[in-house]
């Protein structure tokens, strides 16, 4: 019971301060920093070796994502003075705050994707 009450308070809260939870949502929540963010959290990683990881993942969309989060304090760049010049990328304290929540998040699409593809199929058959 005491779960459930302190969601409540947690939907309320978030619903009184929309202004606050809505754009920082939107940082962390799009297409590739949850996934970025998983493969560096762990040990820092050159540029080449993120978009090897994160298969399907463009040039361009991985340097700008990689920007924002340097830009949101959830990610450093370090240059190192390799030849030719190389680049990594590091988590912050502030980003591995994120590792626990994303980690369940991803917990979760393990285990309920399937159901969730599923449904879709469902959903799709029946013309909706």
Same mark, same amino acid.
């Given at each position: 019971m005491d779960q459930y009450t302190d &969601?409540?308070?947690?939907?309320? @809260?978030?619903?009184?301060?929309?202004?606050?939870? $809505?754009? !920082? /949502?939107?940082?962390?929540?799009?297409?590739?920093?949850?996934?970025?963010l998983t493969v560096i959290c762990p040990k820092p990683s050159r540029f080449n070796e993120i978009?090897?990881?994160?298969?399907?993942?463009?040039?361009?969309? &991985?340097?700008?994502?990689?920007? @924002?989060?340097?830009?949101?304090?959830?990610?450093? $760049?370090? !240059? /190192?003075?390799?030849?030719?010049?190389?680049?990594?990328?590091?988590i912050t304290p502030l980003g591995h705050s994120l590792r626990q929540p994303f980690e369940a998040l991803c917990a979760w699409s393990l285990e309920n994707g399937p159901q969730i593809e599923a449904a879709a199929v469902r959903f799709d058959k029946a013309g909706k």
């Open positions: &969601l409540e308070m947690l939907s309320c @809260r978030a619903l009184d301060d929309m202004a606050i939870v $809505r754009p !920082v /949502l939107d940082k962390i929540a799009d297409k590739w920093t949850i996934l970025i978009k090897r990881r994160l298969n399907g993942i463009t040039h361009k969309a &991985l340097s700008d994502a990689l920007k @924002r989060l340097e830009r949101n304090g959830l990610v450093t $760049r370090t !240059v /190192l003075p390799t030849q030719p010049i190389g680049v990594e990328y590091a």
